[in-house]
């Protein structure tokens, strides 16, 4: 076998389709966020502003979390050390895992290295607890939930995106004593639309399954304290495992799921995952504990990071580009074709200093290929306007369809 020819095939495919990934080399600037600076490949500099980043609200750059995280640093230095069971615990995680219990109202917390371990772990360990479970996944559930029902030997049903009645169908169909657990997302990312999470908790009840939500995409930025959607809609008493992440709102590093004592005891004895993992630096720990404690007092910020997001969906809706628009914080520009898509994107970049990424197939089904716009408190209106500016100079460009897409 020439592995280096079939190497070569992969890659080219990825080429052909319009699909093939380049890394851009980005410099932030502490306090300046979404500024950065951009350094080509010929050596030179170029400012962009970031409309892309998962720092939803700009902590990555807060003095609170970044104070935290001198002090953690200077106090222990900068590794773990090892597993949590080995060496890699501190007071660090500890104070993390007890902010994220406090935050989702839950007996316990779990921390984890990121956000998709979390998934993955948890996930494929809990057909060990629970011999001949039954895992009801929607059909847009991100990959790394994907990959831990896949791996976890257990029996799996997808369900189509958030339609309560194949769900109903599919647990109608399966024995009653089984033991059952509904899998689901509050706001998906990629289109920004939300589930339908009390129905599922209805559904649950009624046939006795267990509830397991991801919030990645809304901690810190729903809810009056920041513990997603199931908190703002007052329902998190009723989810029996709730996934976050440290990543994106909070600015830091990491993953997490809380739930009960007794739940997060399993999984911690359980997932590999977990086990043969080592644990975040305490410098992370005590950043990503600040970050939660301050966004608990901190309404302000949801608030302004919806006004900004509701602004620029009416600027974008009022040109005619085709938005998908669900109420979210997520703003996807639909494009449409992968070749198209990368060339926005690379003109965004080099002719107005606007970093946006492609979102490509499979992340998106085909046909779908969007960018996918994150406003933030700190995209200001200047930012916005030469932001609308440009996407409305580059679709007359390429003249490309402003039709709107309905929700």
């Not at 189509?160 to 169908?169: K, T």
Request: proline share 6%.
């Amino acid at each position: 076998m020439d592995y280096t020819a079939k190497l070569n095939e992969a890659l080219t495919r990825l080429h052909d389709e319009g699909r093939y990934r380049t890394f851009i080399d980005i410099e932030r600037r502490n306090g300046q966020f979404p500024h950065a600076t951009w350094r080509k490949p010929d050596g030179t500099e170029q400012p962009i502003t970031v409309w892309c980043g998962n720092d939803y609200l700009g902590m990555g750059q807060n003095p609170v979390v970044l104070d935290a995280m001198h002090e953690a640093l200077d106090a222990t230095g900068a590794g773990s050390g090892g597993t949590r069971n080995i060496s890699g615990t501190t007071v660090y995680h500890k104070r993390l895992e007890a902010e994220l219990a406090d935050l989702h109202g839950k007996e316990q917390a779990l921390l984890f290295t990121s956000a998709y371990i979390a998934n993955d772990a948890t996930l494929s360990t809990l057909p060990k607890l629970f011999p001949g479970l039954i895992i009801y996944s929607d059909a847009l559930n991100h990959a790394s939930m994907i990959e831990g029902i896949r791996r976890n030997g257990g029996a799996k049903r997808i369900f189509r995106h958030n339609d309560l009645e194949d769900l109903r169908a599919k647990l109608e169909a399966d024995d009653p004593a089984a033991p059952k657990l509904i899998a689901f997302e509050s706001i998906y990312s990629m289109d920004g639309d939300f589930g339908p999470i009390e129905a599922l908790c209805d559904l649950a009840d009624e046939f006795g399954a267990l509830t397991y939500i991801d919030e990645v995409h809304a901690v810190g930025m729903y809810g009056p304290r920041g513990a997603g959607v199931a908190e703002r809609d007052r329902l998190m008493h009723r989810i029996d495992i709730i996934n976050g992440t440290l990543a994106k709102a909070y600015g830091v590093m990491g993953g997490y799921i809380a739930a009960s004592d007794k739940m997060c005891d399993a999984i911690r004895s359980y997932a590999p995952g977990f086990i043969f993992t080592t644990s975040l630096p305490p410098a992370v720990a005590a950043g990503a504990a600040a970050s939660v404690a301050h966004l608990k007092r901190a309404p302000e910020l949801r608030d302004l990071h919806q006004e900004r997001a509701g602004i620029l969906k009416t600027r974008l809706k009022g040109m005619g580009l085709p938005i998908i628009d669900h109420g979210s914080h997520i703003v996807p520009v639909i494009v449409g074709d992968p070749v198209h898509t990368k060339q926005l994107s690379d003109m965004l970049l080099d002719g107005y200093g606007i970093y946006v990424q492609p979102i490509n197939y499979p992340t998106v089904p085909r046909g779908t290929e969007r960018l996918r716009f994150t406003p933030s408190p700190v995209h200001g209106p200047d930012e916005m306007d030469r932001l609308v500016h440009a996407m409305d100079e580059l679709w007359s460009h390429c003249a490309l369809n402003r039709a709107e897409m309905s929700a």
